[in-house]
């Protein structure tokens, strides 16, 4: 495993830092994970599996009228929200608006992450060519 972080101190680490922060996501990347434990040679995996295991996709849509708006907003056929239950096993008589706008809340924060992953791996690669250089 690659550790720029070790390599270079805490300049790195504020880089790193700043550069997660900077990152538009509903997921507050900082809240889920920790830079010393990055694997900076599969950065977006490393980081992406941290906020998954911590629940960080996780988000809890609560009140009927929130999650009817969630879902209006979203999905107003209902389609999406229903595949996600059925993909979870979820059965209909367990459903509620507040499961689906969460389940949906959740799938979406997920794929708005993933949208990220170009520029996460750019950045932790410019980082170890910086590195490189500076050796």
């Known amino acids: 495993m690659t550790n720029?972080?070790?390599n270079n101190g805490t300049n790195?680490?504020?880089?790193i830092e700043g550069f997660l922060?900077?990152?538009k996501t509903e997921v507050e990347i900082m809240d889920y994970i920790q830079i010393e434990d990055i694997d900076y040679s599969d950065a977006?995996?490393?980081?992406c599996d941290m906020i998954s295991d911590n629940n960080g996709?996780?988000?809890?849509i609560i009140y009927y009228a929130s999650a009817i708006n969630y879902l209006k907003e979203n999905d107003p056929s209902l389609r999406e929200s229903l595949q996600i239950a059925s993909?979870?096993?979820f059965s209909l008589d367990k459903l509620n608006s507040e499961t689906l706008a969460s389940l949906l809340?959740?799938?979406?924060?997920r794929e708005e992450f993933y949208t990220l992953q170009d520029d996460i791996n750019d950045f932790f690669s410019e980082l170890e060519t910086e590195s490189e250089e500076n050796d």
């Open 4 to 6: 720029l972080a070790q």
């Open 12 to 15: 790195n680490l504020e880089k």
């Open 21 to 23: 922060r900077s990152l």
């Open 44 to 47: 977006f995996n490393s980081i």
């Open 57 to 60: 996709f996780d988000i809890e």
């Open 87 to 89: 993909e979870y096993g």
């Open 105 to 109: 809340a959740s799938q979406n924060a």
